[in-house]
């Protein structure tokens, strides 16, 4: 069972990323959007936006991210969509921001670096994720699914998060 942070964590002061198994993740849900990936990636193609739509996990999509891939050198990510939990979490939304753009800059280059690799890699990643802030630490799990519309380059992340402690 996810929890939802009680308050706002603004300013992340340091951060560690592990990468984590699938099998980690507490709510099924989460090893299903896994399957799922696989199932439609099984023919060598990666998946597109239109197998997982926000508007269809009403259970997660306050947990979910999607952020569009800009080319460039870095590549830009663009929020699409920010789960209003995740909003509530940080204490601000990042809908139609950048990555770049969040107030901690340690969590934006782990979010950048943590993407980027998404692009090299070309397959689902799932971490746990602790960060400390002037609030406390707090403890998470995000899978990352990468999703293109040709099938080959991916223009959008979906991120989902589990909060695990704090």
Known sequence: MSLTPSTPYPRIINSSVEEVDIAAFKAPRYR????????????GRLP??????PETMWDVVGLIMLADVEPGDPPIFRFRLYGTKLA????????????????SKVFA???????????RLLRPTSHAITAVGEGGMRIFARLLLPLSEDGEHIDTIFSVNEFWQG
């Open 109 to 119: 280059e782990m979010v950048q670096r943590d993407y980027e690799t998404l692009l």
């Open 48 to 53: 597109g936006y239109d197998a997982f739509r």
């Open 88 to 103: 509530q979490s940080i204490g601000y939304d990042m809908t139609k921001k950048t990555v770049q753009e969040f107030r």
């Open 32 to 43: 299903e959007l896994y399957e799922r990936w696989r199932r439609l990636a099984a023919g």
